[in-house]
């Protein structure tokens, strides 16, 4: 028999734990670690096994205990759960506001505005602040009995909070689902090859009506309150304050409503909830404006099946058919070609569509899009519009598949498609019009060529002038022009012309790297500049000798294979050796030769041309060891700045040290 004192623990532990989870899961501002909440629970859990007398229906262990049913049964609304009559543009919103007034000959009206979830709607009966029943809103007059269900949702309360409450409250409000649930929820029911749900209105319902409670409770779903139905006495006057009250009670009501006055705030709200919409964590379809004063919402009343006190301002819909005109092929800045379908023009979500991203070959042949196809195309928030799915029923006899073109649109270089990547790309990089801004930038940035002062905004300038259409236009700049243009000056022109010869003496590894060939990034340029001494070498190397070279695969190979197969690349290249861009040429080295092999390297502080990880691929890909600790097998310490203990352990060993200049001498001049 539990003692008094079992008693009283239990309902202590309860308390916290019903605190607990409210502020976690109604406010969302836990203040207890989860491993301290766990101890709470496991505590109650042990009291309550040992003393199952003490188990009272409300406690948070009781969410799902029940067994599953054989079937739900029905429930009468005694106050029938309304829909919402509908306005789908400003006018009707208009019209509604303008009806009301004159009914209830105010001239001004107050609303509260809400988001409409899209979700379902349910009824929570409480009685004695204990919840007694939940139920479907069903045809509005019969629905389901979903209690063991809606128990399992842990922002709903199995008991008020507040101190004083109706005998009798009936809450309705909408359970739904929010994006992360239903994204982690379709990822769980495919890896066990179960049922994926379209969309999170369908993942709510279709979790609320299991029979059994426990699949429920694996499902993430939350409650919005946004009004009463059957109440003994009053709650307020105030529709506002009615759902202050719900608060109160524990429940959860949306944050985004508010009290507005005249349709012209309720309007501002609406546009308000459309910047906003795709930052919440849930669907929403639309806004809905409620008549504040409950005095008011009786006197206008009822029409059929809907209050007429309020209204629901959906959103245009997101999704629309139209037809494909055509596919076309985008060049974008790292080359990479996107194909794209010309729609026809079609109003999706309020904005005209006129393309819609295709994303790759691949995708083109999952969904089978043809020329001609009529789509439903999809606009969510600000991302592009892309197609869904082809409507097949309505192909036409002409419609006309799509192949990716083997030449670039933009500068008619060969398109290459890596093995095992889903991406084509231009390979046309120094000379392709679509790739120039970038592919500038990158030639100029301080690793590559390091050509000071030669930044986004004047690339922009020079590129918009058509001064600059490959990176070998740089070298034949002249002062004068430079300083014609605009926010130049005589002086600025002739520091970036300085800066345009010094960065002529440069490596071949840094020259490689500046030329923008896909995947190869300093460490591999610089093992291409040791492999094969010149450039002529290299370019003259097939996908086979490219594949010497260690770190060098098939892919990064057959990237640059192709960049040096283009005449338009080629052509590029010798423009700017003929501006006399130089570099020490070395004699190739043997395969394999790799003059720091064998010795122990270790790096301490930070370097300030590349990162640790950096320095030490290239100092391995020259035969080098990197270790992470001090020995006195360590030949040298790399030290940069704010070094560790390492530097004193080396210091004591007597091992050399090398500060970041003879690190790249060591690099560069291997
Ligand atoms: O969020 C909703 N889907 C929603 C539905 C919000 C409301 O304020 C509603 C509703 C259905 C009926 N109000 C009523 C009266």
New binding site residues.
Partial sequence: MASKHVIRRAAALREQINEHNYRYYVLNEPTIPDAEFDRLLRELEGLERRYPESITPDSPTQRVGAQPLEAFSEVVHEIPM???GNAFDEGEVRAFDRRLRERLRVDVLEYVC????D?L?ISLMYEGGKLKRAATRGDGTVGEDVTQNVRTIKSIPLSLRAQRFPRVLEVRG?VFMTHEGFVALNKMQSAHGQKIFANPRNAAAGSLRQLDPRITASRPLDM?C??IGKVEGVLSDRHSDILARLRECGLKVSPETVVVNGVHECLDYYHHIVAIRHRLAYAIDGV?Y?VNAMQQQQTVGYIARA?RW?IAHKFPPEEELTKVLAIEVQVGRTGALTPVARLKPVLVGGVTVTNATLHNEDEIKRKDVRVGDTVIVRRAGDVIPEVVQVVKERRPKTARSFSMPRRCPICNSEVVRAQGEAIARCSGGLYCPAQRMQVILHFASRRAMNIEGLGDKLVSQLVRKGYVKTVADLYSLRVDQLAALPRMGERSATKLDRALKNSKLTTLARFLYALGIRDIGEATAELLAAHFGSLKALEQADVEELQKVPDVGPVVASNVAAFFRQGHNRRVIKRLLDANLCWKTRPPMAPGHRPLSGQMFVITGTLASMTREEAKQRLQALGAKVTASVSKNTRFVVVGTDPGSKLERAEQLGIRLLDERALLDLLEGT
């Fill in positions: 309304l829909s919402l809400e988001i409409k979830l979700g709607a909408e919005f946004y009004g809905v409620k209050p309020a």
